[in-house]
């Protein structure tokens, strides 16, 4: 299982998933939790795209098997139904494995947390680097004729 916002979709995206599902082996399934709009502004900042939308996109990845909108009341509700053997962390996700192995396991979960260290290097890996880009970026108005 993986989680996170994935609202603009990035290579970081698409590696961190690779590396989650060969955790598992030969024959894995990868589950996928999407933040819910309301924990991103919470956490991070409004997302571009919706909790629907972005689970949307994942869903399309071949690595993914499938796909589930987090729980905003209940953070664990997915972990509890899927049981997964193995959590992958992403390598920008502030979360201690070990501290979230043992909350897991004082919850009857006796599933491995696994940190992703490696990170595919890009000049745009991540959304806020993409969001910037565009802020500082001068287009032509030309550009945006077609845009509705």
Not at 2 to 17: C, E, K, N, Q, V
Not at 37 to 42: A, H
Not at 47 to 60: L, W
Request: glycine share 6%; aromatic share 8%; hydrophobic share 35%.
């Amino acid at each position: 299982m993986a989680s996170g916002t994935f609202d603009i979709i990035h290579p970081g995206h698409a590696f961190y998933l690779e590396e989650a599902k060969k955790l598992g082996g030969a024959g894995a399934e990868l589950f996928v939790v999407i933040a819910t709009d309301k924990t991103v502004e919470k956490h991070k900042r409004i997302p571009i795209m919706n909790q629907e939308q972005r689970a949307e996109m994942i869903s399309k990845l071949k690595v993914v098997d499938d796909v589930f909108i987090g729980d905003e009341n209940d953070p664990f509700k997915i972990v509890l139904e899927k049981k997964p053997d193995i959590i992958a962390i992403g390598p920008d996700q502030n979360f201690s494995p070990e501290k979230l192995q043992k909350q897991l396991q004082s919850m009857g979960l006796s599933c491995e947390v696994v940190k992703i260290k490696d990170y595919k290097k890009f000049e745009l890996d991540s959304s806020c680097k993409i969001i910037k880009k565009i802020k500082r970026t001068h287009f032509d108005e030309k550009v945006f004729d077609d845009c509705e």
